[in-house]
């Protein structure tokens, strides 16, 4: 076997943005907000590189934010739970201790409470718009029934 086959591959920005249905630039500027880590190795000037996590992250932000129409600030909440939630799961595997794993459990109740949380405040508003529309058309159908009894008129 030889190193390089050890080597986990490494895609460039254009490949991943292709990958993703995303731009290059939205790419950097998850990067600028933290929502997606920057390349440690890379040299200032370098070429991006991502590895496979980068780019399952990186799908599941868009797939979050095309989903759930999440502000940027809301994507980050949503990110950084689930960040935390992936190390308890971490922690879970490494422990066998009963106390260990309520701990890990209580801890991601509070981060799965707060995904939630912005999950259920989205769906609240858009059945709010949802209400808006249904007025709006039943007006129009009661305009339209209005119409159409004095143009028969």
Same mark, same amino acid.
């Given at each position: 076997?030889?190193?390089?086959s /050890? ?9 991943? !943005? ?5 731009? /290059? ?12 880590? /920057? ?27 095309? =989903? ?15 960040? /935390? ?5 971490d ?17 991601? =109740? ?7 949380? =912005?999950?259920? !405040? ?10 808006? =529309? ?10 339209r ?9």
């Amino acid at each position: 076997m030889t190193v390089s086959s /050890a080597v986990e591959p490494r895609l460039r920005i254009g490949e991943v !943005a292709a990958r993703v249905g995303v731009t /290059a630039r939205t790419i950097r500027y998850y990067e600028e907000l933290g929502l997606l880590g /920057a390349s440690s190795d890379r040299q200032k000037g370098g070429h991006r590189v991502y590895s496979e996590p980068d780019v399952v992250r990186l799908t599941e932000l868009v797939r979050l934010r095309d =989903l759930l129409g999440l502000s940027l600030d809301e994507l980050a909440v949503l990110a950084e739970a689930e960040e /935390a939630r992936a190390a308890l799961r971490d922690r879970w595997s490494g422990s066998e201790d009963d106390v260990e794993r309520l701990r890990i459990v209580e801890e991601a =109740l509070i981060h799965v409470g707060r995904q939630l949380d =912005l999950v259920r !405040a989205r769906v609240q508003r858009l059945m709010e718009f949802a209400t808006e =529309l249904e007025a709006k058309l039943e007006s129009l159908r009661g305009r339209r029934e209005e119409l159409g009894t004095k143009g028969a008129a």
